[in-house]
Every structure is written in C-alpha cells, then in structure tokens.
C-alpha cells in the first residue's frame, strides 16, 4: 500500500525508517519576505514486492508560484561521529546511508515511490516581501501513472510584518581551488569564473554575506612543506627590488559580489594556519619568471616578508579606498592559533597592526588569553568555549564549529538531527553574537589537502572528520550547485534571529528568552540544544504569535 505524508523540514528521513514513525505537519506561520521548508515523504508497504510507481508532484495554491520541490538523496557515510567526542543528541552513529543531498526531481518531475523504502520530497516556499498577509492553503498532489492520486493540505499564515535583513555577518569559507579541481578547469578562465559566479550565488543563497578573498592562496588546511593550487587574485612584480601589484581580477572579484550581493569582503590570513610562524604561498613575477617567491620557508616576521607584506597592505587599502570599498574588509593574522603560539601570532600581529588600526582584525581564537593579552580584539571562540568570552561580557563576540563540536553544541554533522543545527540561531540571538564562521562551505579535499576527493562518496576526507563537517553544499552537473538539507534548515536558524530581533521592537529581549526557556525547559546555552522538531517548532511560532499580537494593536 503506498503511503505519504508531510512533516516538517527539521526531520531526516533515512530509507530504512517506517512512515508512521513521522507525526504529520498541518499548519505553521511565517513572516513576509520569509523561506520556509515541509517535506513530503512516501513509501509503499504492500504485504508483497511491487515495483517501483511513478507520481507527478503537483503544487497549487496562491503560494505555488514561489514553491519547488526537490529530492532527497542519501548519500554514503563511512565515519558518522568522532567515537570519543558524541552525546545523545545524534540519530545514528554507525556507518550507512544519510540523507543529505537536495536534487532536482526525476522522470520530468515525477518520483518514485519504491517498496519497503521511504522516501522525501524537499518542498520549500520563497515569499516575496510584498506577500499579503492572511490565510493561505498550500495543495500538494500526487498523481500516479495508474490513475491513483493522493492530496496534502498545509494550512499557512503570514503575519502582517517583514523579516528584517540579516545583520549578523556570516561567513562560510570559499574554497576556489576546489571548483577548478573538481571541474579540471584552469584557474581564473571564463568558465572557472562561471562556476565560482554559480557557487557564489549559492553562498549568498545560504546565508553568506562574508566571502573569504584570496588576494593570496589560503594558508589553511595545507601540509607543512606542501602547497595548494593558486589562487591569488593580486598579481605581484618585483622589479629591481621593487613591488608592483595588478588588481584587475580582485576588481573582477568585487564586482561579481556586488552583482549577487555580498557585502563584505574576509581578506585571507596574512601568515600560516595554526601558529603564524610562517608566510602564505606567494606568487610574483620576476625578472619574467613567475614564481612562489614566500611560503613555508620564510620567515613570518622576517625583513623580507615584513617589508612585502607591508608594501602590499599599503597598496591594497589605497586600492579599496579609492573604489570605497575598505570599510567592507575584514582582516585576519593566523587561523586557530593555541596557547603555544602567542609569542609567534604577537610576533606576526605587529607587523601589520599599525596599518590595519581602524579596520576589523579577527581569527578562530579559543584561547581567552589572546583577547585578555590584547593579541586579537575581535576574538571567535569555537562555540563549546565561548564560555569565558560571555562571562567577561566580550563585545562584538562572533563563535563558529568545526570538527570536534559535537557534545551538546550545535553543529551540522550527517548524524546529528537538523534541530541542533537551527538551534545555533536562538542560542546567538540571546547572546549578542555579531558574527558566525565556518571552514567549509565547499571544501573537497581530505587532510591538509593531500587530495581531491569525491564528495558524493567521500564525506569525511578520508577518515578525517565527521562527515558534514567539509561541505554543505555538492558539485553538480555543468558548474551547477546542490544543496545539501543543512542548508535551508540553518538558514532557518539565521531567520530564527531575524524575527527575533524583530520581536524585540515590541518586547523587552528578556521577556523574548524567557518565554523560549520556558518552552525549551531550560536555559538557552551553547551547550543545549532543542530535543525535538516539535521543541525548534513550537520556540518560532511562539516568536510568530508575539509579532502577530503585537502588529494587531
């Protein structure tokens, strides 16, 4: 017998799971100008083998005109979890099949419903912000090749109020090198160009309005000693001992994030991953040749990069102001240095700091001491050590989650429920954070960069990390982009803060997190997260019912 339903979009579907097991969502509230998510999930459970049956999946309804629907693809995961570092708050924890990858539908719109395997079709709803306000009912229609058909209702209410812009900074870093190498495409041509347009648009898509910007290539996740394939937007000369810079593709750069929006502009670090003890690949021409002219053999602090490093700052802000672009930057010293490495990040930060007075210098620094010392004055501590950042009352705190985050933090690991993601929202809104980042959006190589990998069969970077901790989104066909499901359900999350922030226009912030504590039975911390769909469901719309009461009066 074939069986369908919808739920909620913060649920995941494994194939092996039963339908009965997924309580039906009937009705749910959004604000204009708002995306929003449901799933449609289906199965056939005759008592005897029958071959798959195709439907057509139709959408109607006033609201139709902004729908799509998508599939749901599971995807192959060898290391779900870091044995050592789990809780109770994940779904599996053994290797298998995860859903994860948005598709478009196939067979000309139609799915299959397979027998003893469920299913989900992704539906998502993108309202303008001119959308009226009122009651609405979203159909949707399963139509079968044999004359069988099945209806869905979901009632929708928009409120009478506009999601205000987001204005937390987001940043999930944008790996170019991996598109060439996926795609085997030379690095800056027409088509490269293309697809980091595609991915880019993607990004913004997701949330992103912070790009990393490799005036040089990266110094991140790359081996002692070894090196990743350029991507320096800046061309460098030296000539008799002298510096030339060309900024014709970072112009290019720029004005491809204006064209899709993005406001601001992450510089890359300025000095190696982990330490700063060293400078990032360099690439100039010289005397005709072009060649790596710094890297892991020079010295961070050394004359010779100081004076490079320094020459280039210099001419790079003349450049940004002269577009009046500087005020966008975002600068960075080292990625996560630890407590060892004070002396060589103090020894890096001075030699650019009196350049950079006035702009933001930030870095994933877990350590409080850095920030008590005054090494970095916009710290991101990693959200299961922010702790100490928020008893001290730290301003303008960003945070972010990695490889390691996994007991009662938020993250967006294949077996963790989509609920602790979007509880990342919550959690930041009551809290003040600024600023969110993570190191992959689109990263396709395994540890340190050894290799390029398959991320349709490759999640973890070959036993490296939880799988979901690379990317979150998929290389499609022709340059094209897939979502992955974390996708729309943290920007949930960052809408979640939105209409928060928008509720605190009509009640005290603290009367806001109470009333959430009380529906969560606890306080709202980082290292707690929602329990259910149900829970993450039931804080939103109690977020939705205080606007609507008050755009009434």
Known sequence: MVKNKLISSLEKVFPDEKIDEFDTIKSLSVLKGERFS?????????????????????????????????????????????????????????????????????????ITTSYDILKSVWIEVDLPEDAPAGDYEIEIDLIGEEGDSYTHTLKVEIIDAVLPEQTLKYTDWFHCDCLADYYELEMWSEEHWRVTENFMRAAKRAGVNLILTPVFTPALDTARGAERRTTQLVGIKLDKGEYSFDFSLLERWIELCNKIGIKYFEICHFFTQWGAEHAPKVMATVDGEYKRIFG??????????????????????????????????????????????????????????DLLKGYPIMDAISDYKYYENGLVETPIPINNKIKPFIEHGTEGLWTYFACNQSVGVANRFLSMPLWRARSLGMQMYKYNIVGFLHWGFNFYNNRLSGDPINPYINQDGDDWVPAGDMFIVYPAPKGEVYESIRVPVFYDGLQDMRAMSLCEKYYPKEEIIAGMEKILGSPIEFDKCARSAKEMLAVREYINTLIKNATKK
Not at 318 to 326: I, V
């Open 38 to 110: 449901f799933q449609l999930i289906h199965t056939n459970e005759a008592e005897e083998f029958q071959w798959s049956r195709y439907y057509k999946v139709e959408i109607k309804g006033a609201l139709a005109p902004f729908a799509t629907a998508r599939d749901v693809s599971c995807v192959p995961v060898t290391k779900p979890i870091n044995p050592h570092l789990c809780d109770d708050n994940h779904l599996r924890t053994t290797p298998g099949v995860y859903p994860d990858v948005l598709m478009p539908l196939h067979y000309r719109g139609r």
């Open 296 to 353: 892991w053999k020079t010295e961070a602090s050394g004359e010779e990069y100081s004076n490079f490093i320094r020459t280039f700052i210099v001419k790079f802000l003349e450049f940004m102001k002269a577009r009046g672009d500087d005020g966008r930057c975002f600068f960075h010293i080292s990625d996560e240095p630890n407590e060892r490495n004070e002396q060589s990040y103090a020894k890096a930060k001075a030699v650019v700091a």
